[in-house]
């Protein structure tokens, strides 16, 4: 899983059929000190109803198949970040 912050909204006019009545967002990984990582951005189907700005975990797995295409999925919206220093 990977823990990163919703930058934005993408709007598809066209989507696949998988796709259909999702909402797409754009999520920027976040490092260590949970600071934005330079060029780890990605757009990720939101199934949670993050919302712009949230602290959000997301996960990478196969869509379709192997063959096809690897997704992002929104699978939790963060609270708080705990760590011992």
Request: aromatic content about 4%.
């Amino acid at each position: 899983m990977i823990l990163a912050k919703v930058t934005g909204h993408v709007v598809a006019t066209q989507k696949s059929d998988e796709l259909r009545g999702s909402n797409l967002l754009l999520v920027t990984a976040l490092g260590d000190d949970l600071q934005a990582i330079k060029d780890r951005t990605y757009v990720a189907v939101d199934s949670v109803g993050a919302g712009e700005n949230d602290l959000v975990l997301v996960e990478e797995y196969f869509a379709l198949s192997k063959d096809r295409y690897k997704a992002m999925s929104i699978v939790a919206i963060v609270e708080k970040v705990h760590r011992e220093r």
